[in-house]
């Protein structure tokens, strides 16, 4: 088999091995991961109670946290080598992150916060960013896209969200509670549009979710409980 084949055949995208995470106060690790392997392009949802190590595994897998201990390694980059300023670069070109509560700047409008992040990443935009910013808002069903988004509904400002994390074509797409502050509509809406965008661009995709809704349309499922995997 060779090393970048899972064994059902398909690239391997994402290795973990003995991964550790300790926090001051605790006596067991919030998470302790043997082994972990995701293919490229998969569809994965992450459950688990209250605690049981949702975030800090989301925040490793980012790179928004530093790996204690053990090998976290995305295609040919292991996360636990790099520096905090190359973890976020390397984030900036990989991960499109779509969090709880949206992470979106009042004061701009729809499109310049799907800009926002490659305008923070570089001095100027790609050309025909804005044209494919404009694309993705319409896709997600933004009909305004110079509509302030302090002045949008909560469902609107979530498909914001993942219009912009969709904007850098990202090969990996991490997506904490996309649905948890929003109706079950909204959140449905929000759902199916994350699944086909991830599946059109053939981007691996990873959900933190309690919605047994969005759990049951996603192929594969890990739950964790007191940070360990269970099968
Ligand atoms: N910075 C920290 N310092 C100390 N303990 C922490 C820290 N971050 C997380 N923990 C602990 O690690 C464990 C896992 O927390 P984590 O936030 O990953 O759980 P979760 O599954 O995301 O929970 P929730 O669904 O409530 O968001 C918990 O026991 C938590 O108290």
Redesign the pocket.
């Known amino acids: 088999m060779p090393p970048d084949t899972t064994r059902s055949g398909t690239t391997r995208f994402l290795r973990l091995r003995a991964v550790e995470?300790r926090?001051?106060?605790?006596d067991t690790p919030?998470?302790a991961i043997p082994s972990l392997d995701i293919a490229a392009g998969e569809q994965v949802a992450v459950m688990?109670?209250?605690?049981?190590?949702?975030?800090?595994?989301?925040?490793l897998l980012t790179g928004l946290e530093r790996v204690g201990q053990g090998s976290l390694i995305w295609g040919d980059t292991d996360l636990a080598t790099l520096s905090e300023g190359a973890r976020d670069r390397w984030r900036a070109a990989n991960v499109g992150l779509v969090m709880q509560d949206f992470h979106l700047f009042p004061g701009l409008s729809a499109l310049e916060n799907v800009l926002l992040p490659q305008r923070l990443a570089r001095l100027a935009l790609p050309a025909g960013a804005r044209a494919e910013a404009g694309r993705l808002l319409a896709r997600v069903g933004i009909e305004r896209p110079g509509q302030a988004i302090e002045t949008m509904s909560r469902g609107q400002m979530q498909r914001v969200a993942v219009a912009r994390a969709l904007a850098v074509r990202p090969a990996i797409i991490v997506a904490?509670?996309p649905t948890a502050s929003l109706d079950a509509d909204s959140g449905a809406a929000v759902a199916q549009l994350l699944l086909e965008l991830a599946g059109e661009s053939g981007a691996t995709l990873l959900v933190?979710t309690?919605d047994a809704s969005l759990v049951a349309r996603l192929p594969r499922v890990l739950r964790?409980e007191?940070?360990r995997l269970k099968d």
């Not at 926090?23 to 605790?26: D, E, K």
């Open positions: 995470q926090f001051p106060g605790l919030a998470l688990g109670p209250s605690g049981s190590g949702k975030t800090t595994l989301i925040n904490d509670e933190a309690h964790l007191s940070g």
